[in-house]
């Protein structure tokens, strides 16, 4: 693609203020011009978020789930978490 001269950007122009109207022209250009600064600081700050932290230490999901299953499994055969039957 060529780079625009300056009779197209001049035809640019024109058009634009046929569109908006000279009076509103500046107003639309500062409009434009903070959205964007806005869009150029969001995306700084996207590109400079930390990684996310690592997971917990602790047990997996699969080990959680287990252990779940196996106190489930003992209350509904009615035994204690220290191995007692209840009364």
């Given amino acids: 693609m060529q780079d625009l001269g300056w009779a197209e950007i001049l035809i640019i ?3 634009f203020v ?3 109207g000279a009076k509103k ?12 600064r806005i869009f150029k600081a969001e ?4 590109r400079d978020d930390e990684p996310a932290e690592p997971p917990p230490s602790g047990p ?8 779940l299953e196996e106190q489930a499994a003992r209350l509904r055969a009615g035994i204690r ?3 007692q039957a209840k009364p």
């Fill in 13 to 15: 122009a024109l058009v």
């Fill in 18 to 20: 046929l569109l908006f």
């Fill in 25 to 36: 022209l500046p107003e639309t250009a500062r409009a434009v011009g903070r959205s964007l």
């Fill in 43 to 46: 995306a700084g700050k996207l």
């Fill in 60 to 67: 997996t999901l699969e080990e959680q789930a287990r252990r």
């Fill in 81 to 83: 978490e220290d191995g």
